[in-house]
Structures are given as C-alpha cells and as structure tokens.
Nanobody
Framework: VQLQAYGGGLVQAGGSLRLSCAASGRTFSRYNMGWFRQAPGKEREFVATVAWSSGSTFYADSAKGRFTISRDNAKNTVFLQMNSLKPEDTAVYYC????????????????WGQGTQVTVSS
C-alpha cells in the first residue's frame, strides 16, 4: 500500500482544515487507517484511526470533539477533518495503514505516507 497525504497548510487558530490520504492498492479496505502527527522536537503521536472491519473510530484525547476521521473505501481515501484548530496542533501529519491492535501506536502500522505540514497561527 502506498499512501499520499495532502491538504495541510497555514490556518489561524480556531480555523479548520481537511486532510486527505490517498492510498493505492486493492486491499485498502482491509487496513485500519490512522493519522499521526509529529511536532518539532517531539515524538510522533497518535491522532485518530478508523478500523477497517467495523468502521469504528478512535481518537487521542487531544483530538476528541474537534477532529473527525472518516474513510471512503470506494475511493481508497481517508480524511481527517480538523476544526477549532489550536497552535499546539502544529505538526507534520502522517497517514498510516496497519492491521495490528491496539491502533494507537506507531508500531501497529506498516505503511506510512510522506506527511503534510499543518501550521496553526495564534
């Protein structure tokens, strides 16, 4: 599976962005799809994931109530709608595909996109 994330950019605090991740490969629908982020000088952290089998979603506490993850298996695409953005959301956002559980660890994912920069100004 090859992944390409896009949709990042510069936005003011309180604004919104929608990230997309396009996947190639016929087995996209069989993977959990997740979003992680990494700020300068910090470790990569889990943001959200959507399970392949049930469509269940899981969020980091920092994302709950503000971010929404969704997937379109017909289009091999996963989305991350981010609302009420804060300066602390500034990071490079990565999409990932994996099949292991639990889903909130980077090592649960086998394939990674190249990342897209999100910058939130105060």
């Amino acid at each position: 599976v090859q992944l390409q994330a896009y949709g990042g950019g510069l936005v003011q605090a309180g604004g919104s962005l929608r990230l997309s991740c396009a996947a190639s490969g016929r087995t996209f629908s069989r993977y959990n799809m997740g979003w992680f982020r990494q700020a300068p000088g910090k470790e990569r952290e889990f943001v959200a994931t959507v399970a392949w089998s049930s469509g269940s979603t899981f969020y980091a506490d920092s994302a709950k109530g503000r971010f929404t993850i969704s997937r379109d298996n017909a289009k091999n695409t996963v989305f991350l709608q981010m609302n009420s953005l804060k300066p602390e959301d500034t990071a490079v956002y990565y999409c990932a595909a994996g099949s292991r559980y639990p889903v909130d660890r980077a090592r649960d994912y086998d394939y990674w996109g190249q990342g897209t920069q999100v910058t939130v100004s105060s």
